[in-house]
């Protein structure tokens, strides 16, 4: 079984940067690694959308409102996602869902996604 931890939201002003984490472990020990890597936000009373999504292959796609502010990336062992956000805005608000295709030796490829994690700018 998979589990992707989402970390590091909080409260910050807007201008200010942020940086998510989101870390995925394998309860029996197989190897495993992500491939597609997603970020989602949800503000209040509004649909879930996609942010950012980086390909197994390392391209980059991003939602026009955060691009140039937004960066998706992977670390070299390919277990843990990130999204660095800077120039935050109060429109940036909401709580954030990483959702990723992993892949273990035991389980092949599946989809999963994080618990959340809550995002707040104030102007």
């Known amino acids: 079984q998979v589990e992707l931890v989402d970390t590091g939201g909080g409260l910050v002003q807007a201008g200010g940067s942020l940086r998510l984490s989101c870390a995925a472990s394998v309860t029996s020990g197989s190897v495993f690694r992500i491939n597609q890597l997603r970020w989602y936000r949800q503000g209040s009373g509004l649909q879930r959308e996609l942010v950012a999504s980086l390909s197994g292959e390392g391209q980059t796609d991003y939602a026009d409102y955060v691009k140039g502010r937004f960066t998706i990336s992977r670390n070299n062992f390919k277990t843990t996602g990130y999204l660095q956000m800077n120039s935050l805005k109060s429109d940036d608000t909401g709580v954030y869902y990483c959702?990723?295709?992993?892949?273990?030796?035991?389980?092949?490829?599946?989809?999963?996604w994080g618990q959340g994690t809550q995002v707040t700018v104030s102007s």
């Open positions: 959702n990723a295709d992993v892949w273990t030796a035991v389980s092949g490829t599946r989809n999963y």
